[in-house]
């Protein structure tokens, strides 16, 4: 059985940093993909960023891009979300989610995951 275990969303001021983890376990495959999504109130659920599960290749949203960073403990099978800069409209429950891939490319399109985690709230307000 897959699971996803989010942690680290927290209520952090403008401009602050907080690190997100995801935590996975129940792979029959060591050949999966890794994305972090988040949803506001009222908003639809946005793909942030996602890892590949080989050559670790990256994509982030342009919005994130130059404060979010996306990386891979394979040995702990833990995905990291380093965020930096975080800004008022970065709130939003934060979701890590997989789908078994080989690809050397990863996607930010939340139907494309099979697997969810129950979600983070990460909060940015002074």
């Known amino acids: 059985q897959v699971q996803l275990v989010e942690s680290g969303g927290d209520l952090v001021q403008p401009g602050g940093s907080l690190r997100l983890s995801c935590a996975a376990s129940?792979?029959?495959?060591?050949?999966?993909?890794i994305g972090w999504f988040r949803q506001a109130p009222g908003k639809e659920r946005e793909g942030v960023s996602c890892?590949?599960?080989?050559?670790?290749?990256?994509y982030h949203l342009d919005s994130v891009k130059g404060r979010f960073t996306i990386s891979r403990d394979n040995a702990k099978n833990t995905v990291y979300l380093q965020m930096n800069s975080l800004k008022p409209e970065d709130t939003a429950v934060y979701y890590c989610?997989?789908?078994?891939?080989?690809?050397?490319?990863?996607?930010?399109?939340?139907?494309?995951?099979?697997?969810w985690g129950q979600g983070t709230q990460v909060t940015v307000s002074s």
């Open positions: 989610a997989a789908y078994v891939s080989r690809g050397v490319y990863c996607s930010g399109v939340a139907n494309q995951y099979d697997y």
């Open positions: 129940g792979f029959t495959s060591d050949y999966y993909a």
């Open positions: 890892i590949g599960s080989r050559y670790g290749t990256t």
